[in-house]
Nanobody, 122 residues
């Protein structure tokens, strides 16, 4: 089992920055895929970014603004969010996958965090 705990959410102004952290416990996760998803009110959960080894992927709406990284020694994955927009407002979820596949699909992921709220004001 893997437990994921997110932190770093909060309120930011448009154009500002936040950094989300997701710390895993229960097993080492250096070989799995780590992802970030988000869900805005009334909308479906959507893919934001993923990292597997040295490979990263982002959804187009955050490309160039968000960066995903990981520190395997700390069992932590980060989502650096710059140039925030009001449409980035959502609950952000960290997820971990034991295997490889379509990083953008939530069905790949076996473990999920509880979510952290990000609110961007205009």
């Amino acid at each position: 089992q893997v437990q994921l705990v997110e932190s770093g959410g909060g309120l930011a102004q448009a154009g500002g920055s936040l950094r989300l952290s997701c710390t895993a416990s229960g097993r080492t996760f250096s070989s799995v895929v780590m992802g970030w998803f988000r869900q805005a009110p009334g909308k479906e959960r959507e893919f934001v970014a993923a990292i597997s080894g040295a490979s990263t992927d982002w959804t187009d709406s955050v490309r160039g603004r968000f960066t995903i990284s990981r520190d395997n020694a700390k069992n932590t994955v980060y989502l650096q969010m710059n140039s925030l927009k009001p449409e980035d407002t959502a609950v952000y979820y960290c997820a971990a996958a034991r295997g490889f596949g379509n990083y953008r699909s939530s069905s790949l992921y076996d473990y999920w965090g509880q979510g952290t709220q990000v609110t961007v004001s205009s």
